[in-house]
């Protein structure tokens, strides 16, 4: 929340995301339908908008994090300015044919099939048929090197744990807090799609204007027909989240699957997450303090300076702000609802994917803290009291270092204070539940009120469908100009005309899809009553 009595400046909405990484199972679901849903066409066999990353490990695409290697994001110059850290608009022209900075096919992993019809149609003898691996991309076999995931069976393993750029930098730092024997391996997933951030370095890179911030909701996306294929806005994306569809030439990204957004439904990650670890709402944030937030000059402060831009609904100041600035009512009530919201600036337990790449990304993460537990009932001691939990967060086998460096620029203070409250509330709630006398001393000890506790207790664990997902709808004069298919498959591009299109083409043979038959936008409300409905019938 803004401090002190600043004037509002130009106030605008931004749909956001908070995931809850204690309730990540890896299971990868989100990464399977958003693959279904808008990257299952040619030319984009190796790409997940969603991936899920096991932690510690190099991530997706193989050490993204090297911002020594990659220059995405944005640093400081001299007089304390902005600037890309790929290099401004003479580097660009002077390599604008050329663009090294990218990561390779091998840092992705190349996509592969198998060869399933030799299962079927070897002749007979005396060898059983296998079906090899293909490469997608020129059909050829090959040796399966590398995956979007190939930590995942490793997680805390030397065999890769070693070659995690925030396990080196927490080394630096910490040396004696990051070892890889078995008694002291720890891992967990850490979910990612783009963060849609305010101050996105990918649209500040792209030389053709093709990639943009949609002011009415603040996602990021890609104009198909103004995009060139330089591929600077891969560079310039400290997170790795644009691609290159080597069949149509032009950049992909992440959508925040808009035409749902739109019609007031969640994403097609969060519609399908299995643990219900993602939380969607609108942010009111100041839009003049952006700039000026994103050039903090400590790495450490970025995380108060994001949290100044964000602005209360709640403050009237800033509804007459919002008003003003033309965002709907109902657009205004949804940010005094959203939970992300509530996370990020009222409890406080939500944190940024690395701030220090000055983007003001607007994907949160709630950090992990299930390990303590069973290693405090392990150890004989109760794993649940207070005293406990606030004495081994400390020496949690997942380094306050190590989220320090994920989600603070390395400031451990803010993810202590986040485990701190959900220790508390972990604590204040088995006495509720054993039907035990809570101990106030317990909230205020973090901050918060017993009450504030189980508020926090009821978004973070037994949440509703419209609690997680508060999305205001578009406006109803464009609800026609927005129809979209009902179906998953139709949240795609395949338009007419478009990247997607299906049929012998400039790009080759079933470089798309048949057209899906549009769907009236009321057939979304329909859908979602069916989903959220507590009547056996109506679903």
Excluded at 68 to 83: I, K, M, P, Q, S
């Amino acid at each position: 929340m803004p401090r002190g009595d600043a004037p509002v400046g130009r106030c605008m909405a931004q749909v956001a995301m908070v995931m809850n990484l204690d309730k990540c199972i890896g299971c990868h679901t989100c990464s399977v339908t958003c693959k279904q849903a808008w990257t299952n066409r040619r030319g984009m066999e190796y790409v997940w908008f969603n991936n899920v990353e096991t932690r510690p490990g190099q991530g997706y695409p193989r050490r993204y994090e090297d911002q020594d290697t990659w220059r995405g994001g944005w640093e400081l110059n001299r007089r304390g300015a902005l600037r890309l850290k790929a290099g401004g608009r003479f580097r660009k022209l002077a390599g604008i044919f050329s663009n090294p900075k990218l990561p390779e096919i091998k840092d992705y992993y190349e996509p592969w099939t198998y060869e399933y019809r030799n299962l079927t149609d070897a002749p007979f003898g005396d060898d059983y048929p296998v079906a090899r691996p293909v490469s997608q991309l020129d059909g050829k076999p090959m040796k399966i090197e590398w995956s979007s995931n190939w930590d995942d069976s490793l997680g805390g393993a030397p065999a890769y744990g070693d070659l995690d750029p925030m396990v080196e930098r927490t080394r630096q730092q910490a040396s004696d807090k990051v070892r890889f024997e078995y008694e002291q391996a720890f891992m967990f997933y850490l979910p990612r799609i783009c963060e849609h951030c305010l101050n996105p370095s990918c649209v500040a890179s792209c030389p053709s204007g093709a990639m943009y911030k949609r002011s009415e909701d603040g996602i990021v996306l890609v104009d198909q027909d103004q995009c060139r294929g330089w591929r600077m806005c891969v560079t310039g994306c400290p997170y790795k989240k644009v691609y290159f569809n080597h069949s149509t030439g032009k950049a992909e990204k992440c959508t925040m699957c808009y035409p749902r957004i739109e019609v007031g439904q969640p994403t097609v990650c969060s519609e399908t997450c299995v643990g219900r670890l993602r939380y969607i709402g609108v942010v009111l944030y100041d839009a003049d303090r952006v700039t000026a937030a994103a050039a903090t000059p400590d790495e450490k402060d970025l995380y108060e300076a994001q949290l100044d831009v964000f602005l209360d609904p709640e403050d009237p100041a800033v509804r007459r702000a919002a008003e003003e600035a033309g965002i709907p009512h109902d657009w205004i009530e949804a940010a005094r609802r959203s939970p992300v919201r509530t996370l990020i600036s009222d409890y406080r337990v939500a944190l940024p994917l690395h701030p220090e790449y000055r983007t003001l990304p607007m994907v949160w993460y709630i950090p992990p803290l299930s390990p303590v537990v069973d290693a405090l009932s392990e150890s004989g001691h109760d794993g649940e009291d207070a005293g406990n939990l606030f004495g081994a967060i400390d020496t949690l086998r997942i380094p306050l270092e190590y989220l320090a460096e994920l989600f603070t620029a390395g400031d451990v203070g803010p993810v202590r204070a986040s485990l701190e409250r959900l220790a508390a509330m972990r604590a204040h709630m088995r006495a509720v539940n054993l039907g035990e006398e809570p101990d106030p001393s317990v909230a205020a000890a973090v901050g918060m009120t017993p009450d504030g506790i189980e508020e926090m207790y009821r978004l973070l664990a037994i949440a509703k469908y419209e609690q997680r997902y508060v999305i205001p709808t578009a406006a109803v004069g464009d609800a026609r100009r927005l129809e979209e298919s009902a179906l998953p498959e139709g949240c795609s591009l395949d338009y007419e005309g478009g990247p997607g299109m299906g049929g012998d083409g400039p790009f080759g043979q079933d470089s798309g899809r048949r057209r899906l038959p549009l769907v009236p936008v009321e057939n979304f409300h329909v859908l979602r009553r069916r989903q959220t409905s507590d009547d056996p019938e109506e679903a």
